[in-house]
């Protein structure tokens, strides 16, 4: 007939499309038409290796990725509707929506369980982005303990029907995510061009003399990364090696002297002599004092064994500590974050050669080691450069007499530099 009706709208579409404004709607369509036109569709679907070409999506993750967003049809066919649905949901929805569709795209197998044989696939694929790794099975690459890392973070509590192997539920999904938020912010990112300002895409540059070897390193960049999940993108840009035992020696007034030019926040590591690597970051500068200070920007860290962040609770003020040359034992000379006196949630003593760590509600962390007394085998301490404070830096470069000479000049020009009053 001559008056057929067009099919209704879908009412997903309808529902999503009011997540955009106008102007959004537009680019998106704009975008949809020149995928679709280099997937040579007629301007109908975006294909596959199209689609994780442009979002730079490699593996399993970006298969899955590509599955959810079509709507599980296996047709190959990415449609306009389908991509403002899926971007309404993960970039628009509410945070129980957006990290549903997370918790989903990490079932990589698609079979309702996720299974650490997922999780690692997803490790995989995260890590092959944001480094251009190239990590094949397990055990043939020097990367795989980089991944390990990643896993022992997870928690798998759900029981599994007919089945031994328990799997990641969504509370230990959220769980794991508070642990790694750098893995959260990559992954609720990935519909976004891969340029630098891809959320939980910046690493740091790490900063050291020529004569560092990398290999003298505790500070990977796959840990700066993880480390840098929990600070904002201008902490992001350069961190700077200012102590390591190795170099300086185990001392704690050498430590202090080759921080004290540094007004920044700075970033302890510590490997013990059990192999387990941990620190802090303190957003403040490390300063004689004889109590707590510092800022709820301070956080708690493990590296080795397992990957965690352990942000402040709020349940008291305690996060940053630095005493030196104090003689009463109520005040303990030494670094340390969180806790109280004496059982601080990560301490170092003035010593540099022992220290503890306990778990305390100024964190909310365990014991950051396998026993709470640990002796260290090698510290680093990290610089973090903010572009302000280098400018800031910069200009206090000038000398006396250049600066005098300015001063000169403004007097010159009220006419007051002869004045004999």
């Not at 537009?26 to 979002?55: H, V």
């Not at 995989?124 to 397990?138: D, G, H, K, P, Y």
């Not at 170092?348 to 709470?372: E, I, Q, V, W, Y």
């Amino acid at each position: 007939m001559g008056n057929s009706l067009p099919p209704p709208a879908n009412p997903r579409f309808v529902s999503a499309s009011r997540s955009f404004a106008q102007h959004e709607l537009e680019d998106l369509k704009s975008l949809f038409k020149s995928l679709a036109a280099q997937s040579q569709s007629n301007g109908r679907y975006i294909s596959p290796s199209i689609f994780q070409a442009y979002f730079g999506l490699k593996g399993a993750l970006g298969e899955r990725m590509f599955n959810l967003v079509t709507q599980k049809r296996n047709d190959h066919k990415l449609t306009f509707e389908d991509l403002v649905v899926a971007k309404a949901t993960y970039e628009k929805g509410t945070k129980d929506e957006i990290e549903e569709f997370i918790y989903q795209l990490l079932d990589v197998n698609d079979d309702g369980v996720l299974g650490r044989s997922d999780l690692e696939s997803v490790v995989i694929a995260m890590l092959e982005i944001i480094f251009s790794m190239e990590i094949s099975e397990r055990g043939s690459n020097s990367h795989q303990d980089i991944v390990d890392v990643f896993l022992n973070a997870a928690t798998f509590s759900k029981n599994g029907e007919g089945s031994s192997n328990k799997s990641m539920s969504f509370e230990d999904f959220r769980n794991w995510c508070t642990l790694i938020p750098s893995a959260r912010k990559f992954l609720g990112g990935l519909l976004t061009p891969p340029d630098p300002g891809r959320p939980g895409c910046q690493v740091p540059q790490l900063l050291c003399s020529e004569n560092v070897h990398s290999s003298m390193l505790l500070l990977r960049k796959e840990y700066a990364w993880h480390i840098g999940g929990a600070l904002s993108p201008h902490e992001l840009e350069e961190w700077k090696l200012l102590y390591h035992s190795a170099m300086n020696g185990l001392s704690f007034n050498t430590f202090l002297g080759s921080i004290s030019n540094d007004e920044g926040s700075a970033v302890l590591i510590i490997k013990d002599k059990e192999g387990h690597i941990y620190g802090g970051y303190a957003s403040q500068p490390w300063e004689r004092h004889g109590d707590f200070y510092g800022d709820m920007k301070s956080f708690l860290f493990q590296l080795y064994p397992k990957l965690a962040i352990y942000r402040p609770t709020g349940a008291n003020s305690n996060l940053q500590w630095c005493a030196a040359n104090f003689s009463s034992e109520s005040i303990p000379n030494g670094i340390g974050f969180g806790g109280r006196v004496n059982h601080f949630g990560l301490f170092l003593s003035a010593s540099f050669d022992k220290g503890h760590t306990f778990t305390n509600t100024t964190f909310g962390n365990p014991c950051l080691s396998k026993t709470s007394q640990i002796y260290p085998e090698v510290i680093e301490c990290w610089g973090v450069i903010k572009r302000a404070q280098q400018e800031r830096q910069d200009a206090l470069k000038g000398t006396v007499l250049e600066r005098f000479k300015e001063d000169r000049h403004m007097l010159n020009m009220v006419g007051l530099a002869n004045s004999s009053e």
